[in-house]
T-cell receptor
Framework: DAKTTQPPSMDCAEGRAANLPCNHS???????VYWYRQIHSQGPQYIIH???NNETNEMASLIITEDRKSSTLILPHATLRDTAVYYC?????????FGTGTSLTVIP | DVKVTQSSRYLVKRTGEKVFLECVQD?????MFWYRQDPGLGLRLIYF???????EKGDIPEGYSVSREKKERFSLILESASTNQTSMYLC??????????????FGNGTRLTVT
């Protein structure tokens, strides 16, 4: 069974917040939640990660529910360059579980 | 910034050839990984290495081997390439240090076609 579940695709209007959900109901206590994005023909780019507290950096915010069974990646002001496939991953140490991602299209 | 460099972006090889994919990282990371990425299957781990000359099989090691003679370099070897090894190959690295379970850093991938 997949460790993470994401909607296959989403649209977002340029300038608006993009909220990308991820379910990880079987996450273990020591597993982190990571988010990456991949633009066509490039390698995945790291965005943010967290264990149980909400996190924010210059790219995005990560909201993890209190029971840690789901999380949301927030891109506060989406631009056309944010069009990509976004992957929610759980992992600890050298063990990472990748899902099949959400294809986000930012619409002008 | 961490830089993970894969030697080729595109590669075309014939069935039966021995193929070498090279990856170099410049941040002194202990751990290095090889994944392959296929549509609908996501990223699957082939092998990883946690130290020089040390390696661990991932989920799909069959048909592949690896070499890590120096800390910064991790090579993936296809002993006898087959058409079902046509894929995007991604190298990644991460350090052991850091208390917040450091993330993977990926290269830009090598798209291998076996004809």
């Amino acid at each position: 069974d997949a460790k993470t579940t994401q909607p296959p695709s989403m649209d977002c209007a340029e300038g608006r917040a993009a909220n990308l959900p991820c379910n990880h109901s079987t996450i273990s206590g020591n597993e982190y939640v990571y988010w990456y994005r991949q633009i066509h023909s490039q390698g995945p780019q790291y965005i943010i990660h967290g264990l149980k507290n909400n996190e924010t950096n210059e790219m995005a915010s990560l909201i993890i529910t209190e029971d840690r069974k789901s999380s949301t990646l927030i891109l506060p002001h989406a631009t056309l360059r944010d069009t990509a496939v976004y992957y929610c991953i759980v992992g600890t140490g050298n063990q990472f579980y990748f899902g099949t991602g959400t294809s986000l299209t930012v619409i002008p | 910034d961490v830089k993970v460099t894969q030697s080729s972006r595109y590669l075309v090889k014939r069935t039966g050839e021995k193929v070498f994919l090279e990856c170099v990282q410049d941040m002194d990371h202990e751990n290095m990984f090889w994944y392959r990425q296929d549509p609908g299957l996501g990223l699957r781990l082939i092998y990883f290495s946690y130290d020089v000359k040390m390696k661990e099989k991932g989920d799909i090691p069959e048909g592949y081997s690896v070499s890590r003679e120096k800390k910064e370099r991790f090579s993936l070897i296809l002993e006898s390439a087959s058409t079902n090894q046509t894929s995007m190959y991604l190298c990644a690295s991460r350090p052991d240090r850091g208390f917040r379970n450091s993330p993977l850093h990926f290269g830009n991938g090598t798209r291998l076609t076996v004809t």
